[in-house]
């Protein structure tokens, strides 16, 4: 690559589904631009990223209401090269034939891969870890003297998302990976497992785990639209 004036960083993440690391928050903040391949999972994720640093971004499939804005595929140029960026590759559309690279989700699996003179990129979630997998994301370096560009991956640590504040930077349970939440507690209540190996495996905060067991230990048979009626019910007489 080039000098350091010619050369310019490119964040790219996806999969946040309602967490920010400190690691990850750092590196976005060195970062010219944020490409997120979708499944923020809370509008409150979205909203600060926003803050943090210009972001182009498309909708993944647990973004809410709040999202229509959103593209659900985007392409554009950036110092030379033609993007395409979608949340499932398995919706990507011929836009995808005149880019140089595709960018996507999904999967919260890394995955670089050359095809048919374009480069497959998936940066894998930086949100909760799942599945075995590693937290991950990427960077993109472009020397805009030679037109190169080469592809970072990036290993996060263990690190739960912890602000420096020292508080879980918690989803807006408003919004659509509430849904999501309920269906992870219940499946391991489903599982015999307990109340804290499930926030300490879900990195979900205690006061809304147990709100979530409450529910389904006192009403027997209830099922996940169950549990999330009742809750609605509750934020509704507060």
């Known amino acids: 690559m080039g000098d350091a004036a010619s050369l310019h960083r490119i964040a790219v993440i996806s999969d946040t589904h309602g967490m920010l690391r400190p690691e990850v928050i750092q590196i976005l903040r060195s970062a010219e631009l944020v490409l997120h391949c979708g499944d923020f999972a809370d509008q409150g994720v979205f909203e600060k990223l926003k803050n943090i640093k210009k972001m182009t971004a498309v909708r993944g499939n647990c973004d809410g209401g709040w999202a229509e804005t959103l593209p659900e595929e985007t392409l554009f140029e950036l110092y030379g090269k033609t993007i395409y960026m979608i949340h499932n590759k398995k919706k990507v559309t011929r836009k995808a034939e005149a880019a140089d690279l595709i960018i996507y989700g999904h999967s919260h699996k890394y995955k670089e891969k050359s095809e048919d003179g374009k480069l497959w990129l998936n940066p894998g979630s930086c949100g909760p870890q799942r599945m075995g997998r590693p937290a991950t994301m990427a960077v993109l370096e472009f020397d ?95």
Not at 152 to 162: A, M, N, P, W
Not at 192 to 219: A, P
């Open 144 to 238: 805009a003297g030679s037109g190169r560009m080469e592809i970072q991956r990036i290993d996060l640590t263990g690190d739960t998302g912890q602000e420096q504040s020292g508080e879980l930077f918690q989803p807006d349970l408003r919004s659509g990976n509430l849904r999501e939440a309920v269906e992870l507690v219940v499946a391991d209540l489903q599982k015999g497992k307990t109340v804290d190996k499930i926030i300490k495996k879900r990195k979900l905060s205690r006061e809304l785990t147990e709100q979530i067991c409450q529910i389904y230990f006192t009403h027997p048979g209830v099922d996940v639209d169950g549990v999330l009626n009742r809750m609605e019910l509750r934020r509704e007489l507060l």
